[in-house]
């Protein structure tokens, strides 16, 4: 079974979103969105596509594992920018995912990590936080909270 086998076919997705980061806000925009995910290349990949109505865009993750290492690489793109992000790479260890890579934040550079949890056949948490320091303080920016529709 490939690690994320839990996340193909349809979700509906609850979404908190920090609207300003690393200015100690805490002030989240909620919304809904809908997605679905199916394996690519025997499951050596997969593909999800979200939709978010109410905000406008959408967005597309692709993943593969390295079959060396064992290791996921997942990037993001949206459809307000049409920008490939650079990946985030990792794995599942006991139930949860933990996915780290190197980007930039307004110019300036960052750490993020995306991370998979309680994962249930009906369920599944997805969450994301930015440092600016290498990884010594977090900030939570995203989480959305997967409903099997």
Request: glycine share 10%; net charge negative.
């Amino acid at each position: 079974m490939s690690d994320f086998d839990f996340l193909y076919g349809e979700w509906t997705i609850a979404n908190r979103r920090l609207r300003h980061l690393f200015v100690g806000s805490d002030e989240w925009e909620e919304f809904p969105a809908t997605s679905w995910a199916r394996p690519l290349l025997d499951g050596v990949g997969n593909v999800d596509e979200m939709h978010c109505p109410t905000q406008g865009w959408s967005g597309a993750s692709i993943r593969f594992q390295d079959q060396e290492s064992g290791e996921w690489s997942i990037y993001w793109a949206n459809s307000s920018t049409g920008r490939l992000f650079p990946p985030v790479v990792g794995r599942f260890s006991e139930g949860r995912g933990d996915f780290f890579g190197e980007d930039t934040h307004e110019g300036e550079p960052i750490t993020a990590h995306f991370t998979w949890s309680d994962i249930t056949p009906v369920s599944a948490t997805w969450q994301q936080e930015f440092s600016r320091d290498g990884g010594e303080t977090w900030e939570c920016n995203w989480i959305m909270e997967f409903t099997r529709a």
